[in-house]
């Protein structure tokens, strides 16, 4: 069984993140950004019984009625995919309840994190080339609401 908790930024900083799991687009996201998700009513922690955290998510509002996903797996969420899927697809359900937008990015060689998003039917719509500060090419993703 997982619990979802208000995400703080030590949730993040504690995590095991898998490197094989998402680990291209996880790199870049700076430790000052998970601070500042703190108290953001969409942005969850998931952890199993004992506490052990399982995945970070959230849905971060990035302009008017577009949301931005992101979703962080650490060590032994595998355990717990079928909960984790369900917990997942209702909170895009309730995010498109008040975004007309949802948006992903990730970068081009991570096919995991790309077919994730895709599993959750999300739509690639174009490249951003040279997005980071290493000149990392991501694909932009996206669910619209209705669409």
């Given amino acids: 069984m997982i619990r979802a908790l208000n995400f703080e930024a030590k949730h993040y900083l504690d995590m095991e993140v898998e ?29 199993n019984e004992e506490g052990t955290v399982l995945m970070v998510l959230g849905l971060v509002s990035v302009g ?10 650490a060590k032994g969420w595998v355990y717990h995919t079928i909960e984790i899927c369900r917990y997942i697809k ?10 007309h ?8 060689d991570d ?7 895709e599993m959750f039917g999300f739509e690639r719509e174009g490249l951003i080339r040279h997005f980071d ?15």
Avoid at 28 to 47: D, I, K, Y
């Fill in 19 to 47: 490197h094989f799991l998402f680990a291209g687009s996880i790199q870049t996201m700076p430790e000052s950004f998970f601070f500042r998700l703190a108290g953001q009513p969409h942005v969850h922690t998931l952890c």
């Fill in 64 to 73: 008017v009625g577009v949301g931005e996903v992101f979703i962080l797996p």
């Fill in 90 to 99: 209702e909170q895009l359900k309730n995010g498109l309840m008040f975004q």
């Fill in 101 to 108: 937008r949802i948006q992903a990015k990730c970068r081009v």
């Fill in 111 to 117: 096919e995991k994190y790309y077919r994730f998003l």
């Fill in 133 to 147: 500060i290493q000149g990392n090419d991501y694909y932009l993703y996206s669910i619209i609401s209705g669409g």
